[in-house]
């Protein structure tokens, strides 16, 4: 299937999902604001099964000669996933990410990087994480690394091998703008949707791209609002995201951070042994701007946990 097959397949089926669930008088309006994201499936394997350079969850990374493993004050990150971008790019139907190359993420303790303790006090706290962008050039060298002696055991994840394919996402139901487009009936269809599309597939919750699926706030939306000097604190923060708070406040970081965009969400999984306390979610995320310009400096990372 090329990249717009694959595009029609996800919008209709997502088309579908909606009318099937009551919301035809929405449903252009909600198409509109949907983003297409690429769904992995995990399936366990070797360590030795996965070519280098493949993409793959878990495991042991692939770099080139000349980049050393990540490090944050002389600790070795975890790595957590290798993205191939030629495998990634039939998927990839609104054609944001680079066309070839790979894509590395590395966390520093992710058991440890809660939203609301990275940025409660002060966002130059946020929890450390690292995305290579591995161009052609550097592909040429990639070697598969060793982990280092200094890496927490606990962070030798498994290794997996990746399967992709489209999913369509909608926006997180407790946006003040999602919440008044629709009546109280229909929001209730509009959760089982986007419910549904997460787990559609058990364990199939990882994706690139799209919006993220979350088990508190927007992440997207978080992470931009915590950056603000509007001398807010954390918990009016997210009770305003949670639907629960200020709606003015609410209405403002939908409006203002509607540039941030998910790059990778991981949940955790018995396929690469990731616990992320027991069942929780790790998301990469960075404003749009940066990742229109492929420039994966500006990324963020938190776990949501249950």
């Known amino acids: 299937m090329d990249r717009e097959e694959a595009a029609t397949a996800a919008r209709e089926e997502l088309r579908q999902r909606l009318r099937q669930s009551g919301l035809g008088r929405v449903e252009d309006v909600l198409m509109e604001r949907a983003r297409y994201a690429i769904r992995l499936t995990l399936t366990p394997t070797t360590e030795d099964a996965v070519p280098v350079g493949a993409s793959k969850m878990g495991g042991q990374p692939d770099l080139p000669t000349h980049v050393p493993w990540p490090e944050v004050s002389g600790r070795p990150m975890a790595f957590i996933a290798q993205i191939n971008l030629q495998e990634a790019a039939p998927y990839d139907i609104e054609g944001i990410l680079p066309s070839d190359g790979?894509?590395?993420?590395?966390?520093?303790?992710?058991?440890?990087?809660?939203?609301?303790?990275?940025?409660e006090d002060d966002p130059s706290d946020a929890p450390t994480c690292r995305v290579l962008y591995l161009d052609e050039d550097d592909c040429a060298t990639l070697t598969r690394q060793r982990w280092p002696s200094a890496l927490l055991e606990n962070y030798l994840y498994t290794s997996?091998?990746?399967?992709?394919?489209?999913?369509?996402?909608?926006?997180?139901?407790?946006?003040?703008?999602?919440?008044?487009?629709?009546?109280?009936?229909?929001?209730?269809?509009?959760?089982?949707?986007?419910?549904?599309?997460?787990?559609?597939s058990a364990g199939d919750w990882h994706w690139l791209l799209g919006y993220a699926s979350a088990q508190g706030e927007s992440p997207e939306l978080a992470h931009f609002a915590s950056l603000q000097k509007w001398g807010v604190d954390w918990d009016t923060l997210t009770q305003a995201l949670d639907g629960f708070g200020d709606q003015a406040l609410a209405e403002r970081v939908e409006r203002e951070g509607a540039d941030w965009r998910l790059l990778l969400q991981v949940y955790g999984n018995s396929e690469a042994n990731m616990g992320w306390y027991g069942g929780g979610v790790l998301h990469f995320v960075l404003p749009g701007r940066a990742l229109a310009a492929h420039d994966f400096s500006f990324v963020s990372a938190a776990v949501q946990s249950l």
């Open 160 to 200: 997996a091998a990746i399967g992709m394919r489209v999913v369509g996402t909608l926006p997180d139901s407790k946006l003040p703008s999602i919440r008044t487009l629709l009546t109280e009936q229909e929001r209730q269809s509009y959760w089982d949707v986007r419910v549904g599309t997460i787990r559609e």
């Open 102 to 119: 790979l894509l590395s993420f590395f966390v520093d303790d992710p058991d440890d990087v809660y939203d609301d303790e990275a940025f």
